[in-house]
């Protein structure tokens, strides 16, 4: 078991945002998180990375508990790549995702490793360009690749989509599949009904008021999703994937 959840309860002050949940993620399973903003699913996400601690329940990472983990044994296991990020030095961008590699001593910056990151979001060609000197979307694929580049088994990505062209975006679902055929698990935040539906395996649907319920891909219908968006939607089959379009207030 890649990750598990056990009568897990998260507060925001005196409110629910999640309770008394229980949850399995499994290696090569890729789990969209999906719910109205700020109904938790960030906080979910930091919770799970150790960097927040849930009210009640506890959480084991590779069968241990998340606690009792080193922080180095932490990050061999566990990569976050948090909504929004702020850069403390001006690095370049072959030395930030190098930088991803620190949980392994014993391998070094592993040049292959890394040029594979790089490679994997198109910044081979801006490898020695400063992080200041990138655009918001440079920069976020710039975070794709440390996550990458970390080589964990498990990938927590909180709206991982932001700032990307159509082309990145693409090429993401693309690497993605690949961590899934690898046996890696992924926890996907995103608000993107076409590119989270399109490479999900299941889907975990928060309500914001401490209710939640899991579903396969193949189960999720438009009325599950609808609930917790708060929005009528219309599930559709497109290049051979699920997505949902926004249907029409009455």
Not at 15 to 36: N, P, S
Not at 177 to 205: C, E, M, N, T
């Amino acid at each position: 078991m890649m990750l598990q959840a056990d009568k897990l309860s998260i507060l925001q002050g005196q409110r629910h945002l999640l309770h008394q949940l229980g949850w399995q993620v499994r290696a090569g399973e890729v789990w969209w998180l999906a719910g109205r903003n700020g109904c938790g699913k960030s906080t979910l996400l930091a919770t799970l990375a150790g960097l927040r601690a849930p009210a009640q329940g506890s959480i084991s990472l590779c069968g241990q508990p998340l606690g009792s983990a080193a922080p180095r044994l932490r990050a061999q296991r566990l990569a976050l790549l948090p909504q929004a990020s702020h850069d403390a030095f001006d690095y370049a961008v072959i030395d930030a995702v190098a930088a991803a590699r620190y949980p392994w001593p014993d391998d070094g910056h592993n040049p292959g490793r890394i040029a594979a990151a790089l490679n994997a979001f198109d910044l081979a060609r801006l490898a020695e360009r400063p992080l200041q000197a990138l655009s918001g979307g440079e920069r976020q694929r710039v975070a794709l690749a440390s996550v990458m580049a970390q080589d964990a088994p498990l990938l927590l990505l909180d709206e991982p989509t932001n700032s990307l062209d159509l082309a990145h975006q693409a090429a993401l679902q693309v690497q993605i599949r690949r961590w899934q055929a690898d046996g890696k698990a992924v926890v996907v935040v995103s608000h993107d009904l076409q590119f989270a539906p399109a490479i999900a395996s299941h889907a975990l649907l928060l309500d914001g008021a401490g209710g939640h319920s899991q579903h396969t891909l193949a189960q999720l219908d438009a009325t599950h999703l609808a609930q917790v968006l708060g929005y009528p939607l219309t599930r559709i089959t497109h290049a051979g994937h699920p997505c949902f379009l926004p249907g029409h207030t009455t």
